[in-house]
């Protein structure tokens, strides 16, 4: 058997094509969702794809946030559904609270869209057990309002439960602000849940699947992998 | 103008005397006179409206038709052309069942005023003329031009256009894959926003723009109608800009590319249930446009009901309803028993749907308002038989002094230290640094198709997962060469650019172009216009490339100073595998070398006359299309045949600079011995064209030297990729490093 794994489509995404694609590549079968639809096909779990949901009018994220499917996302990610959210996933997770903090623009006010090297902090997520803790990976990253934040205590949280899943490199490999494509806080790049079942990050894993597209890298597709074998061996 | 009462065409009829403003809307008296003729009336203000903005310079062509007609006249046979010049976009087969439909256009005027809006609803324009052809917009390519890189109003005009193009393309999930940044102060208060597009679809898919079958209904969708752009055609890109004048801020458009992100993805489906008989976008000019060019495209007439059109200010005209350039906005024709389902979907997607009018049996374009009939005309002579200009030309009186002031005569460096010193000058000149700063700003990776972007020689996308088909595009064009010799100039553009598609293993099938140039009211500037498309209509019939379409800007001038006239050129193609694409980054230390054409002192309007004597003159290099055509085959070859690893084409900036990129994008350095027969100097700055580098394995070095001997191809073997510098041998080295910094830390540091 396989798996299926839905992904949303909110007016304004633009990754989920790419991100059914991923799914496939790594031998689930991906399954698209609609925002003002809340029933989920009884999917194993769930991909907020990357993209402008809404134009990121107002604030990213914060309008597909209310929208029908994510009642039914945020009560099962509760429950233990596995939740990824890419880029505009990402937002929409925070701005719904499933993952705490939340994007500011850009340090540098600009768009940026660069292969992003990054450090697995955390392999023992639902997203990430492909990895291996302290792996480097290349997965691009593109955004205007990529900068995470949060207040002290919970920056401190996140690291002592070792909640931060992937941090912004440098191309020598230490994470300091040349690493740090955003000015992001303490470099973080993406976040989990305190069950680890709900995964938000800001570069795109679904634009890493494919040798020849993109980067060219693969660096990505463990995150498809990840979940398959675990929702399979389930 | 007065409307009490309403300036029905019964109101019109009877007071022959009322004073339009026809001068004001920017008609010249003998056009009104021509309007008030073919309507046996005085136009009513609506009818005034929809012809002034139609009959402008920028929708009529009128001064440029005349000689676009080449474009036709002399096609090329090509069985890939499907829809040709004339539609929306032109439409090229390629190959298993899809077809490809691209196209180039300006918004130069609007990007002066208005740098984020006017570049924004430049890439919105462009993708709506893609989509209403029936395709789904994959990529966009941005050629762009700006006065002096040190000049403070660059720094307003460039973040503000490319944060325009990134904020609108970026939002709507189409992958920037290419283009053009170039600095010349001849741009200075007319930069060059060029915006091209690229959409796939099945071949059953395409959509035309005509209105036909009686009582079928015209469905206006997307954005509300607003104030916003009134005119933007008629006065923005029809006049030159003149300081006394106020400020045209508001005929600059506002785009919003999450409303055109929802119309792209309802209009799909809307095509993929077969819901659709015509189509047609709505960009310059508007209603206007869309209902006389769809009528008068297809059989029948057209009746509107005005009152129906949803606004965004209730107070607005009905002339201003007819000229509004509000964006996100399409126009399509749906029978009347499949117009509840076309709205559904337009629901399903939020985006507002409105029957406005429908298709009539007769051959009048008939607009209501308030009960009133305001207007009644043929559309046929509001859409396309505008008024056509034979305006005068002459060869300018400055031409011979200009191409007498020969660049080949300017002091070469003596010394391998000053060779070096101006090398490093040149990878780090604001044309030729690296434009990664701007392209970062572009969203290169979404859709999740693209096989190269910029600064690759073309962008290249997967059109199909299973085959690996894809195509490719690059734009060229080279202001100061067209300068020079416009005809020489257009078709150096147009060698460049089919040269780019080929050097990353594809074949170039058809022409897009965007012809940018000063007031036509200029005879000079005429001739260098005529020229151009003379050059360009001959080149492509050569190649075998038909034109399918583009765009002229002209009036780029401010006071006497016309820009550089500057065609620019985009040449799709096609690669039967991705897998087998070349990209320009050396792969491995050891590969060799390989210099593929002939190399001649060509220094006119070279890159290297521009950074170390700021000299413009002489002649622009020789062009040899049947050389180019003979290249672009051995590139294809070699690229399908596994025989090369990367390969970069020359232009500006000659061989040096082509090496530097090839070796910073690969991490890899060269050593490059002078060949026989050439001196250091012109082996490294020489601008001839028809030429190319590759790097070759050794395993394949003997076949490859074998192919090019066959087919007569100079081949010359100038070195090798190693090491971590650019060394010339004998001369000096560089290494990567010093290389990078001159090459990377250019344009930041201006425009950061």
């Known amino acids: 058997m396989t798996a299926r794994i839905g992904v949303v489509t909110f007016p304004g995404s633009l990754d989920d094509r790419d991100t059914q694609r991923a799914i496939r590549l790594a031998g689930a079968e991906p399954v698209a969702l609609w925002h003002k639809d809340k029933d989920l096909k009884q999917v194993d779990a769930v991909v907020l794809p990357g993209g402008f949901s809404y134009g990121d009018y107002l604030r990213a994220g914060a309008i597909s946030r209310f929208s029908p499917v994510m009642e039914t996302v945020i009560e099962q990610a509760k429950a233990g559904l596995p939740v990824l959210g890419i880029c505009n996933g990402f937002q929409v997770l925070t701005e719904a609270h499933l993952l705490p903090g939340g994007m500011l623009g850009n340090d540098h006010l600009h768009f940026i869209c660069r292969d992003q090297k990054l450090r697995v902090e955390n392999a023992e997520t639902a997203w990430t057990g492909d990895y291996r803790a302290g792996q480097e990976i290349h997965i691009p990253l593109k955004n205007m309002d990529g900068r995470y934040v949060a207040d002290e205590y919970t920056l401190d949280k996140l690291e002592a439960e070792g909640r931060v899943v992937f941090r912004y490199m440098a191309r020598d490999g230490v994470a300091n602000e040349r690493g740090n494509p955003n000015g992001s806080l303490r470099d973080i790049a993406g976040i989990t849940n305190e069950a680890g079942n709900v995964v938000g990050l800001m570069p795109h894993p679904e634009h890493a699947v494919e040798p020849l597209i993109g980067t060219g890298r693969t660096d990505g597709l463990p995150f498809f992998t990840s979940i398959l074998k675990k929702l399979v061996n389930a | 103008m007065s409307r009490t009462p309403l300036d029905t065409v019964e109101h019109a009829a009877a007071t022959p005397d009322v004073e339009l403003p026809w001068a004001e809307l920017g008609l010249k008296k003998d056009e009104y006179e021509r309007v008030v003729e073919i309507l046996g009336r005085r136009p009513t203000g609506a009818e005034l409206a929809m012809y002034s903005v139609m009959w402008s310079e920028h929708c009529s062509y009128k001064s440029s038709k005349v000689h676009l007609r080449q474009f036709g006249e002399k096609a090329p046979q090509s069985d890939a052309l499907l829809v040709g010049i004339g539609e929306n976009a032109g439409v090229v087969d390629v190959g298993q069942g899809y077809a490809v439909t691209f196209k180039v256009e300006s918004h130069n005027h609007p990007s002066y005023v208005e740098p984020y809006q006017g570049a924004a609803t430049g890439v919105g324009g462009i993708v709506r003329d893609i989509i209403a052809m029936g395709a789904r917009p994959v990529a966009v390519v941005d050629p762009l031009r700006f006065g002096a890189a040190d000049h403070p109003d660059t720094k307003r005009v460039l973040p503000g256009v490319v944060a325009g193009i990134g904020g609108y393309g970026n939002c709507l999930g189409l992958p920037n894959i290419g283009g053009e940044v170039v600095f010349d102060s001849c741009y200075q208060g007319n930069p060059l926003v060029n915006a091209g597009a690229i959409g796939v679809m099945r071949h059953e898919d395409i959509h035309l723009a005509k209105a036909s079958g009686a009582g079928n209904k015209v469905v206006l969708y997307g954005a509300r109608t607003g104030g916003d752009g009134i005119g933007g055609a008629s006065i923005l890109a029809s006049e030159t800009f003149d300081d006394a004048k106020p400020s045209k801020r508001p005929a600059v458009q506002v785009g919003d590319p999450f409303q055109e992100k929802l119309l792209i993805e309802c209009t799909l489906e809307a095509f993929r249930e077969k819901l659709v008989v015509g189509i047609q976008d709505l960009g310059a000019a508007g209603l206007s446009c869309a209902t006389s060019e769809l009528a008068s495209n297809g059989s029948g007439g057209m009746r509107v009901t005005l009152d129906d059109v949803p606004l965004r200010d209730s107070t607005l005209s009905p002339e201003e309803i007819l000229m509004s350039e509000s964006q996100e906005r399409m126009c399509a024709v749906v029978e009347p028993e499949k117009?509840?389902?076309?709205?559904?979907?337009?629901?399903?997607?939020?985006?507002?749907?409105?029957?406005?009018?429908?298709?009539?049996?007769?051959?009048?374009?008939?607009?209501?308002?308030?009960?009133?009939?305001?207007?009644?005309?043929?559309?046929?002579?509001?859409?396309?038989?505008?008024?056509?200009?034979?305006?005068?030309?002459?060869?300018?009186?400055?031409?011979?002094?200009?191409?007498?002031?020969?660049?080949?005569?300017?002091?070469?460096?003596?010394?391998?230290?000053?060779?070096?010193?101006?090398?490093?000058?040149?990878?780090?000149?604001?044309?030729?640094?690296?434009?990664?700063?701007?392209?970062?700003?572009?969203?290169?990776?979404?859709?999740?198709?693209?096989?190269?972007?910029?600064?690759?020689?073309?962008?290249?996308?997967?059109?199909?997962?299973?085959?690996?088909?894809?195509?490719?595009?690059?734009?060229?064009?080279?202001?100061?060469?067209?300068?020079?010799?416009?005809?020489?100039?257009?078709?150096?553009?147009?060698?460049?650019?089919?040269?780019?598609?080929?050097?990353?293993?594809?074949?170039?099938?058809?022409?897009?172009?965007?012809?940018?140039?000063?007031?036509?009211?200029?005879?000079?500037?005429?001739?260098?216009?005529?020229?151009?498309?003379?050059?360009?209509?001959?080149?492509?019939?050569?190649?075998?490339?038909?034109?399918?379409?583009?765009?002229v800007s002209l009036y780029n001038q401010t006071g006497e100073a016309a820009i550089h006239p500057t065609p620019v050129v985009a040449v799709l193609g096609v690669i039967d595998d991705v897998a087998r694409r070349t990209p320009v980054a050396f792969q491995e230390e050891g590969q060799l070398i390989y210099l593929l054409g002939d190399t001649r002192e060509e220094f006119g309007g070279s890159a290297w006359s521009q950074v170390v004597h700021d000299h413009l003159g002489g002649l622009p290099p020789q062009v040899d299309l049947e050389r180019e055509r003979l290249l672009a085959e051995i590139l294809i070859s070699a690229s399908r045949d596994g025989m090369i690893d990367s390969a970069h084409d020359l232009s500006d900036g000659g061989l040096v600079q082509a090496v530097v990129e090839s070796a910073l994008l690969g991490g890899k350095g060269a050593r490059l011995v002078v060949p026989d027969g050439l001196d250091a100097f012109t082996f490294l700055f020489s601008e001839s064209a028809g030429r190319a580098i590759v790097a070759v394995p050794r395993s394949e070095e003997v076949r490859f030297n074998d192919m090019c001997g066959a087919r007569g191809l100079p081949a010359t073997r100038v070195g090798v990729v190693d090491g971590d510098a650019v060394e010339i041998q004998g001369e000096f080295a560089l290494t990567l490093e010093e290389l990078r910094t001159a090459h990377e830390e250019t344009i930041p540091a201006l425009l950061a």
């Not at chain 2, 191409?403 to 040149?426: G, H, I």
């Not at chain 2, 693209?450 to 690996?468: H, K, N, W």
Request: glycine share 10%.
């Open chain 2, 339 to 551: 117009v509840d389902r076309f709205l559904e979907i337009c629901e399903k997607w939020d985006v507002i749907a409105t029957v406005i009018g429908e298709v009539t049996d007769g051959d009048r374009l008939e607009i209501y308002w308030h009960g009133g009939k305001i207007v009644d005309v043929d559309p046929r002579t509001v859409a396309h038989e505008g008024p056509v200009y034979e305006r005068p030309y002459a060869r300018p009186h400055w031409q011979d002094a200009l191409q007498a002031d020969d660049a080949n005569k300017l002091p070469r460096p003596t010394s391998s230290d000053e060779l070096k010193d101006q090398v490093l000058k040149l990878v780090g000149s604001p044309n030729q640094a690296s434009k990664k700063w701007i392209t970062q700003q572009y969203d290169h990776f979404v859709q999740g198709n693209t096989v190269l972007a910029q600064p690759e020689d073309s962008g290249m996308i997967r059109v199909d997962e299973s085959s690996g088909l894809g195509v490719a595009i690059a734009t060229d064009g080279n202001g100061r060469y067209a300068k020079l010799d416009p005809y020489t100039g257009a078709q150096l553009a147009l060698a460049e650019a089919y040269r780019n598609v080929a050097t990353t293993g594809a074949k170039p099938l058809a022409v897009s172009d965007c012809l940018n140039f000063g007031s036509p009211e200029d005879p000079a500037v005429m001739w260098q216009f005529a020229e151009a498309v003379r050059g360009l209509a001959d080149g492509c019939l050569q190649l075998g490339t038909p034109v399918t379409g583009g765009n």
